[in-house]
């Protein structure tokens, strides 16, 4: 299982191993839509991404479609006009013909049965972004003066029909070149808060996860407009917010020397948001991993991906901190081992004007093995 599965690559690779059952959760529901994409394109093979291909190009060409009504006209502001008027076209197309979003099972649902909607739900939020005026080198959405005036001089030069399938060619066409797998798909649940909902296993055998890293990245932020598109109604996407695990209250009792003396740190710079980010993450956190280790079998393995993140300027080491609250917690934990993984290669917005412009350079793997005996 990986309780923070983002876009439930772990699950995937299990899947594809046909090692065990896995489960991928996660509070953002991207990850049905990930994993589902992930799924057709190493399942289904050539044939169907032809047939994607020269559907979406019939698609972006067909004059006689209903537009998307209901999309705030703030969404349409990240657009030039042109661009707006056929991703309301498009994506009318798609919640009337490919899925739409139920709100009891709070996830998409095909209008048909083994169908890739996977496939067309990633390339549409891929045109969707990559035509808008936000930044393509920063995850978050961000409006990019730069950005503006390169798609300006695009949509001068070119039609905007023939740069939507321009790059929708070049997606389908490096997707050919994947291995054809054949795999189950693995369990998946977004809207997944893993402080308050329950697990649906209790004998584990192995949890494979990394965790936010502190406010290093903001998750709702960055797939907000996404989530607009796919029409998530505004009030969950304010749900979603408010339980990001570095952004709610949540009171408990961390049982780490170490992360009494960074808080004492964090504390003397004087700045209330600081230190309500730190406690909020750390609580938040050895509360989860505390009722994850508690359906976890005996023998059963934890290892948790994790990296030093800098909160004002302070470097504080996560991993550390969050090691020493599980070994110090009745969990039966032993911190098996401990390695270094360094970040080889990853592309950063350039002259960033913060505390780390480097970004992360390294991840901190920690395994832990629940032991028979206290």
């Avoid at 393509?136 to 990019?144: E, G, H, N, T």
Wanted: hydrophobic share 40%.
């Amino acid at each position: 299982m990986d309780p923070f599965a983002g876009s439930g690559i772990s699950s995937l690779i299990t899947s594809i191993t046909g090692s065990n059952i896995s489960y991928g959760l996660d509070l953002l529901p991207m990850i049905d839509i990930f994993t589902e994409y992930f799924y057709e394109v190493l399942n289904y093979g050539e044939r169907i991404l032809s047939e994607i291909h020269r559907d979406i190009k019939s698609l972006i060409n067909e004059e006689k479609i209903s537009v998307y009504k209901d999309i705030d006209e703030r969404i349409l502001s990240w657009y030039p006009e042109s661009v707006a008027k056929i991703l309301r076209k498009i994506w009318g197309y798609y919640h009337s013909e490919i899925a739409y979003f139920d709100k009891n099972r709070l996830t998409w649902i095909s209008y048909k049965k083994d169908f890739p909607w996977g496939l067309y739900t990633i390339l549409l939020l891929r045109i969707s972004r990559k035509f808008s005026y936000a930044d393509d080198s920063v995850a978050k959405y961000f409006r990019s003066k730069m950005k503006k005036a390169k798609l300006d001089k695009m949509i001068s030069s070119f039609s905007i029909k023939d740069l939507f399938l321009k790059d929708v060619n070049s997606v389908i066409r490096r997707l050919k070149e994947l291995k054809v797998y054949n795999f189950s798909k693995p369990v998946t649940r977004g809207f997944f808060d893993v402080l308050e909902h329950e697990f649906e296993t209790s004998d584990l055998e192995c949890v494979i996860t990394s965790p936010p890293y502190l406010i290093a990245h903001e998750y709702v932020r960055s797939f907000k407009l996404d989530l607009y598109w796919l029409d998530v109604p505004p009030e969950l996407i304010v749900w979603l917010k408010k339980h990001e695990i570095p952004y709610r209250g949540y009171v408990y009792n961390v049982r780490s020397k170490l992360y009494e003396e960074y808080r004492e740190k964090i504390k003397e710079r004087d700045k209330k948001d600081l230190l309500r980010y730190y406690d909020n993450y750390f609580m938040s956190l050895s509360k989860a991993f505390d009722k994850i280790a508690t359906i976890i079998k005996q023998e059963g393995i934890l290892i948790i991906v994790l990296a030093d993140a800098t909160l004002g300027s302070h470097k504080i080491p996560i991993g550390e901190i969050l090691a020493e609250h599980l070994t110090n917690n009745d969990n039966r934990l032993v911190l098996f081992e401990d390695f270094i993984d360094k970040i080889r290669k990853r592309k950063l917005f350039k002259k960033r004007l913060n505390n780390n412009p480097n970004g992360i350079t390294y991840e901190k793997i920690y395994i832990f093995k629940k032991s028979s005996s206290i």
